[in-house]
């Protein structure tokens, strides 16, 4: 490591198929993709002791979901804000 260029742009699909991999540096399960995704890609400090889920109300109030944005649809919120699917 470092990653190659353009790796960025193919991450998701090499975690997904690859998932043991990126845990050796970045942490098992979600963490590793929450404490960037969920972090430092907006600016938040993210805590692994606690569920997105939880601290997304916050990090949107005081950060805005223009970041989210960058990776979901704006619909995507709709499914538990709107749908209540949660």
Do not use: L
């Not at 690859?18 to 399960?29: A, D, L, N, R, V």
């Not at 950060?63 to 499914?79: I, L, M, N, S, V």
């Amino acid at each position: 490591m470092p990653h190659p260029v353009g790796f960025k742009a193919k991450h998701d699909t090499i975690a997904r198929k690859y998932p043991k991999s990126c845990e050796t540096c970045h942490g098992k399960g979600n963490e590793g993709c929450n404490s960037c995704h969920h972090g430092t890609a907006m600016d938040w400090t993210y805590d692994p002791k606690v569920p997105w889920k939880q601290q997304h109300p916050a990090a949107v109030q005081a950060k805005g979901a223009t970041a989210c944005f960058e990776c979901h649809d704006p619909t995507y919120c709709a499914r538990c804000h709107v749908r209540g699917n949660q």
